[in-house]
């Protein structure tokens, strides 16, 4: 088996949106691999999945799917730590080098594609967030609500609101705490060490397989029925339980996830229940929209029609055919 110089050289992905199938569909690939001699280990790329305690709400693979397919980026940090998409890419080389020491291939899986962003072309330097801070904008948040928060931002840097949705309060937060550290905006380091124009300008070679459903109503379907099946393993009880413990408060980037937020709300009494399972979809399918729309700037991504089984076939039988050429 040969790898090129530089262990990300022609790495493979399988990235969507939400709900759309991954998971089911890596672990395919890795028996079907088995099954030709072959070992996968999988990365996650899924800024929830990190966190140890947040199994229900993240759809996290259970411990037997880990156990039959070796996952890395799963349960490395406690909910009130940081990751980063940094440290997410250089988590990765080191994974990936790893992984090929041993013999075997990475394939990493996820929808967070700011991760991606990083792994293939770097971030720009931002200053990093402070408890106090992101206290601070939370609880001014919670007393005039997220739409104000997002009228100061359009006021402070009106640039960064316009890439922002209003809904997006994980972000919103992230550029008021930048500015409330250093007087400075988002925009205006961005403008110092900009992103590449294209989300798609990767500096190594890659196979990126994409799980897009032609039909949106099938996605919202499959949202809606994963939604419902979370509350039914106690996904309110898994939050109930979180939130107990000393180290974790709802300004947590990791209680901001999409559904434990609605859910901290809910259990908060501040929403009734039938209001917490609505926030809760909408703020998926808003998740959804926005990870399609970063796969759609990426023009080098090989698109797979997830509601179509002959296609999902087809998409495995060309990974494994990319595997079989980089295991000669």
């Keep these: ?67 039959q397919v070796q996952h890395h980026g799963i349960d490395i940090r406690d909910p009130w730590q940081s ?86 309060t994980q972000r919103i937060s992230r550029a008021l705490e930048v500015h409330a550290m250093t007087g400075q905006t988002m925009s205006s380091f961005l403008e110092k060490d900009p992103y590449s124009t294209s989300r798609d300008d990767a500096t ?23 939604f419902y099946a979370m509350l039914k393993k106690g996904f309110l009880a898994e939050v109930e339980h979180l939130l107990k413990q000393e180290d974790i408060n709802e300004s947590l980037p990791s209680m901001r996830a999409v559904g434990y937020r609605q859910a901290i709300s809910y259990l908060a009494g501040d929403i009734t229940e039938d209001e917490f399972i609505q926030a809760g979809l909408a703020a998926s399918r808003q998740l959804g929209k926005r990870q399609l729309t970063w796969l759609r700037a990426m023009p080098s991504r090989e698109i797979v029609d997830p509601s179509n089984q002959q296609s999902v076939q087809q998409a495995i039988d060309l990974c494994l055919q990319h595997i079989e050429a980089r295991f000669k």
């Design 83 to 168: 990751y980063s998409a940094a440290q997410f890419a250089k988590d990765v080389v080191i994974w990936v080098k790893e992984i090929q020491q041993r013999g075997h291939y990475p394939v990493i899986v996820g929808g967070t594609m700011l991760y991606w962003r990083a792994l293939m072309q770097g971030l720009t330097d931002l200053p990093a967030s402070t408890p106090e801070v992101r206290n601070k904008i939370a609880l001014e948040a919670r007393q005039v609500g997220w739409d104000a928060m997002y009228q100061q931002l359009q006021n402070i840097d009106p640039e960064t609101a316009s890439r922002l949705p209003a809904g997006d």
């Design 204 to 226: 190594f070679q890659h196979r990126l397989i994409s799980l897009e459903p032609t039909a949106r109503s099938w996605l919202h379907q499959r949202i809606e029925e994963r």
């Design 1 to 67: 088996m040969s790898f090129s110089e530089h262990p990300l050289e022609n790495i493979l992905a399988l990235v969507g949106p939400t709900a759309s199938g991954k998971s089911s569909l890596s672990v395919e690939l890795a028996n079907r691999a088995h099954q030709k001699g072959h070992t996968i280990e999988l990365i996650s790329m899924d800024s929830a999945l990190v966190y140890r305690g947040m199994n229900i709400g993240t759809a996290k693979p259970s411990a037997l799917e880990q156990t």
